[in-house]
């Protein structure tokens, strides 16, 4: 007999990224003023950077326009700054401002201390054991 569809490890990981994305749309303006998105992008940027547009949406998992127009808002806000740089091919690069870390600086404590809500029925050993299982399918997924 097959698995149940509420065993299966897909519909579980769906069910587990809709509750915790449920608290994360709320989360994210009180301790950013951000929407998450904008939210996800400016962490994706300052852990990265410098990024251009095309590695914002590769790393951030937008297509290129989401991760354009992200990227033009945190612009705007004077969180981001847009430089040119055709000497290294990439066109324009994506840097945070001074503004833009210390509200990057915000974001990942608030994106640590999510995880501990989330993660923290494990132990420490489990919560590696997990990470670790997380890098092997991502891998997996990407080399099929």
Same mark, same amino acid.
């Given at each position: 007999?097959? %698995?149940?569809?509420? &065993?299966?490890? /897909?519909?579980?990981?769906?069910q587990l990224h809709?509750? %915790?994305?449920?608290d994360s749309q709320?989360?994210?303006?009180?301790? /950013? $003023?951000?929407?998450?998105?904008? $939210?996800?992008? #400016?962490?994706?940027?300052?852990?990265?950077?410098?990024?251009?547009? +095309?590695?914002? @949406?590769? +790393?951030?998992? #937008?297509? +290129?326009?989401?991760?354009?127009? @992200?990227?033009?808002? #945190?612009?705007?806000?004077?969180? =981001?700054?847009?430089?040119?740089?055709?000497?290294?091919? &990439?066109? =324009?690069?994506?840097? #945070?401002?001074?503004? $833009?870390? +210390? =509200?990057? &600086?915000? @974001?990942?404590?608030?994106?640590?201390?999510?995880?501990?809500?989330?993660?923290?029925?494990?132990?420490?050993?489990?919560?590696? /054991?997990?990470?670790?299982?997380?890098?092997?399918?991502?891998?997996?997924?990407?080399?099929?």
């Amino acid at each position: 007999m097959s %698995t149940p569809l509420d &065993r299966t490890l /897909t519909y579980r990981l769906h069910q587990l990224h809709k509750l %915790t994305d449920a608290d994360s749309q709320s989360v994210y303006p009180e301790h /950013t $003023g951000l929407s998450m998105s904008d $939210g996800r992008c #400016l962490t994706t940027i300052g852990t990265f950077e410098p990024l251009s547009v +095309k590695e914002l @949406a590769e +790393k951030a998992n #937008l297509n +290129k326009g989401q991760a354009s127009r @992200a990227a033009q808002a #945190l612009v705007d806000q004077g969180l =981001v700054r847009k430089e040119d740089r055709p000497d290294d091919g &990439r066109g =324009v690069v994506l840097t #945070l401002t001074p503004a $833009g870390r +210390k =509200v990057f &600086r915000r @974001a990942m404590a608030m994106i640590h201390q999510r995880n501990e809500d989330i993660f923290g029925c494990l132990t420490e050993k489990e919560q590696a /054991t997990l990470s670790a299982m997380f890098d092997r399918l991502i891998s997996h997924a990407r080399h099929r």
